[in-house]
């Protein structure tokens, strides 16, 4: 399988790991898979600090080898990075209120920050490395932020903007299919509603035999589960 693993803060100072990513490389056939689930920083005023985490997590990783390229995303063939990248929408909570009531999704997600910045051309500065990366279309409410167990947006003075912070991307590829792509509104153990995504993915198994079995006896065994 050829595991790897490494970690990148993004948190107070590049230190702290309250911010930051997880990186879980592995090989089926003769096709590598990377798999990132960051902690971006929050509030609508942060986008650029985002963007910049984005790089951070990419260029530093533990596991890169290159380092002539871009980043580690460039070594692995299919790459997918996700979590709570926590993008706001640029808008007033009345009037993102006034859409959701309406069921004006669209109007939403003409004020979500992420959108344009995946849609930008690759090189462009403000956008950083976000147009190496696509996403499947958002045809789900927003995902944040609900008062405590409930399905009410926040009520607290601060009246936060509901806003699409959990998201799912993967890297540019046609050998990549999104298949769904949806949230769990029924759950409310968390002031955030779990996303969820299932993909179609094209890999090599020319001459591959599967990974090596472990001998019996030895006490040992391993699983892997992608989903």
């Known amino acids: 399988w050829d595991i790897k693993t490494g970690q990148v803060a993004t948190g107070f100072a ?6 930051g990513g997880t990186q879980v490389a592995v ?11 960051a902690h971006l920083a929050a509030h609508a005023n942060k986008m650029k600090e985002r963007t910049q985490s984005l790089s951070r997590i990419l260029e530093t990783s533990p596991i890169r080898t290159d380092k002539a390229g871009a980043g ?16 706001r929408l640029n808008a ?13 999704l669209e109007k939403c997600l003409e004020c979500d920050q992420l959108l344009p910045l995946l849609k930008a051309i690759p090189g462009d500065m403000t956008a950083g490395l976000w147009p190496q990366f696509d996403e499947a279309p958002i045809a789900f409410p927003p995902t944040y ?13 601060k009246q936060r903007v509901p806003s699409w912070t959990d998201r799912i ?13 949806a949230s769990v509104p029924q759950l409310q ?19 591959w035999e599967g990974p090596t079995a472990t001998p019996q006896g030895s006490g040992k065994s391993s699983v892997c589960n992608l989903q």
Not at 27 to 37: Q, R
Not at 92 to 104: F, N, Y
């Open 27 to 37: 090989g089926i056939g003769n096709t590598s898979l990377l798999f990132v689930n």
């Open 14 to 19: 590049n230190f702290i790991g309250n911010k």
């Open 72 to 87: 580690v995303h460039e070594e692995y063939d299919r790459v997918f990075f996700m979590g709570d990248l926590n993008p």
């Open 145 to 157: 932020k609900f008062d405590h167990r409930s399905d009410v947006y926040d009520s607290s003075k």
């Open 189 to 207: 153990c968390s002031d955030h509603k779990p996303v969820f995504a299932q993909f179609e993915v094209l890999v090599d198994l020319a001459s």
């Open 169 to 181: 991307l993967w890297k540019r590829d046609e050998c990549v299919k999104p298949l769904s792509y």
């Open 92 to 104: 007033k909570r009345t009037d993102v209120d006034s859409w959701l009531a309406e069921r004006q």
